[in-house]
């Protein structure tokens, strides 16, 4: 039996040798895969991350709750020193008993217009809002660019969820701001 | 085991002749021949040709199989990487009620960055200001105006 067991170790190692061969296909398999997945990382766009802000609105505790009432909210893009010229956002209500009932346009006259917006977000709790403006007169630093009417049922807070998704400066280039919102004093 | 068992078409001359050289054949037990021949099997299936054979096949198939793994997973990757882009919600969107083309797939990305938002149609307003020649009638009304601008924005806001 002693003698067998050169010619184990022998014949296993002859066995794990990787034939040269099929050693350069699988070389050039894993080269290639990298390549790719490079390519696919370098393609990607590198758009300033997308900020999300929660809010919480406050609102009268001594409500009845199946009494409706009405509040706006205000939406401010700061964008700093530069022009803002576009801008999308999303707004939304944690709380299903907020329905959003109408949407007007900002305070500086490049967007006085109300934004853009999908109809059915009317009695909704989540509104996509976005507007632009070719014009030279831009706001820049903190801007309200929209406000938003809801009706609320019942009493308390209620928490809202904001997204800058897209800003922009007059030649389409993405500009890094923030967003924020705020119920409106009346 | 006897001379008889050998070869019973042996001449009785010479199996006697045989029996005076060698003597008497003492008995041998049947269970020893049975271990001699299952150890000469063992022995065989261990370190035979046809073993050898058989482990060199399957030690070879394992660096095949690897390198034909990785090819097709090679393969896979490239296709997926370099296959064109399916239409998407984002990249081709189909206009809905409100909008006048019905049903009619449409092309609002305009900065091919492959969603619809807000820039797509400030980008066309840009070229509609600046008098460029990106001529884009989203809508198929023969014309490039403010309704096909609209049209991109509002899909940029749809929920």
Not at chain 1, 140 to 152: D, E, N, P
Not at chain 2, 74 to 95: D, E, G, S, T
């Amino acid at each position: 039996m002693n003698t067998n067991e050169p010619t184990n170790s022998q014949s296993g190692s002859r066995c794990l040798r990787i034939p040269l061969c099929w050693a350069l296909l699988i070389a050039f398999d894993v080269s290639l895969m990298a390549l790719t997945y490079a390519q696919e990382g370098n393609t990607g766009t590198a758009d300033p991350p997308v900020q999300s802000v929660q809010t919480e609105i406050p609102g009268p505790d001594d409500v009845a709750a199946d009494v409706r009432r009405f509040e706006a909210i205000d939406v401010f893009v700061d964008s700093g020193n530069q022009r803002l010229a576009a801008w999308q956002l999303e707004v939304k209500s944690t709380a299903n008993d907020v329905q959003i009932v109408g949407i007007e346009g900002g305070e500086h006259p490049a967007f006085a217009e109300p934004p853009y917006y999908d109809k059915r977000a009317m009695n909704n709790n989540r509104v996509i809002i976005a507007a632009f403006s070719t014009g030279d007169n831009l706001p820049s630093g903190r801007s309200r660019v929209a406000r938003i009417h809801v009706q609320v049922r019942g009493s308390g807070a209620r928490t809202w969820l904001s997204e800058l998704t897209t800003s922009a400066t007059t030649d389409g280039s993405r500009i890094p701001a923030e967003i924020s919102i705020a119920k409106t004093d009346r | 085991m006897e001379f008889d068992e050998i070869g019973q078409e042996l001449p009785d001359a010479v199996k006697a002749a045989l029996r005076k050289r060698f003597g008497p054949v003492p008995d041998v037990p049947s269970s020893i021949d049975q271990s001699i021949l299952a150890d000469a099997r063992r022995h065989f299936e261990q370190h035979g040709p046809a073993a050898l054979r058989s482990t060199k096949r399957r030690r070879a198939s394992v660096w095949q199989w690897t390198a034909i793994g990785s090819t097709v997973a090679a393969a896979c990757v490239l296709f997926f990487a370099l296959m064109p882009r399916q239409p998407n919600q984002a990249v081709n969107i189909v206009a809905t009620s409100d909008t006048p083309a019905s049903g009619e797939e449409l092309t609002s990305d305009v900065d091919k960055n492959g969603r619809v938002d807000i820039l797509d149609a400030f980008a066309m307003a840009r070229e509609m200001r600046d008098g460029l020649s990106g001529f884009r009638d989203i809508n198929h009304d023969g014309r490039f105006d403010q309704l096909d601008i609209d049209m991109v924005a509002r899909e940029a806001v749809k929920l």
